[in-house]
């Protein structure tokens, strides 16, 4: 099994509506991240949390929300999805700790698309 | 505020062959790692390599080496004896003091048969 999961894989809405992209991992780790990819532009931070009582913003946190409902949960939202967030949006963990040997681990990735 | 460049938005070699993608990067931090992630066309996010900055010894790992120049600001990444599998975008990326990561545009590197 994946230690990382993103659900869904893939999503096709519209303008407007409400979505939640979902992130759960079994690495054990505190730390949790969310980057969007887009073409040309490599990956950015959109929100991070290094525990569960710990969120912050990154580079491009407009029109996103994060909610951290576990170590292991790590959801996204989108409260208005606008067709300039169609990306590929992917979660990331990492252990903490010791600063050297810290290492994000992705998942799969969510394809999401706004009409 | 940490910045990566990756000047080659596409390559290509032949199969068997080594190529070397290109990556420079800007930091204020004294200390920090500097990596290379793969991503194959499943898109997953792969990581191939890893330096810390203080460690003059290049790292290394199989087929994938790295040439640090740390005065330089850069970071490129080997890959001998290239494979079809190496057919990837590959990112460089950098972190400091924060634990966040800043990626650069990506290299998409195509291995031909």
């Known amino acids: 099994d994946a230690d990382v999961t993103q659900t869904p894989r893939n999503r096709i809405t519209k303008t407007g509506k409400r979505i939640m992209l979902e992130c759960s991992q079994t690495k054990g780790h505190d730390r949790m991240y969310w980057y969007r990819q887009d073409p040309g532009l490599g990956l950015r931070l959109i929100y991070y949390?290094?525990?569960?009582?710990?969120?912050n913003k990154g580079e491009i946190s407009d029109g996103y929300s994060v909610s951290r409902q576990a170590q292991a949960k790590f959801s996204l939202s989108l409260e208005s999805a606008i067709p300039n967030q169609t990306a590929l949006y992917f979660c990331?963990?990492?252990?903490?700790?010791?600063?050297?040997?810290?290492?994000?681990?992705f998942g799969p990735g969510t394809r999401l698309t706004v009409l | 505020a940490q910045t990566v460049t990756q000047s080659q938005p596409e390559m290509s070699v032949q199969e068997a062959e080594t190529v070397t993608l290109s990556c420079t990067y800007d930091?204020?931090?004294?200390?920090?790692?500097l990596f290379w992630y793969k991503q194959p066309p499943s898109r997953q996010m792969i990581l191939v390599i890893r330096q810390e900055a203080y460690k003059q010894q290049n790292a290394t790992e199989n087929r994938f080496s790295v040439n640090f120049q740390k005065a330089a600001k850069s970071f490129s990444l080997k890959i001998s004896d290239s494979q079809l599998g190496d057919t990837a975008m590959y990112f460089c990326?950098?972190?400091?003091?924060?634990?966040?990561?800043?990626f650069g545009k990506g290299t998409l590197l195509t291995v031909n048969p």
């Open positions: 930091t204020s931090e004294s200390n920090y790692y």
């Open positions: 990326a950098s972190r400091g003091s924060n634990y966040k990561l800043t």
């Open positions: 990331a963990t990492s252990s903490g700790g010791d600063w050297g040997t810290d290492t994000q681990y």
């Open positions: 949390s290094f525990d569960v009582k710990d969120i």
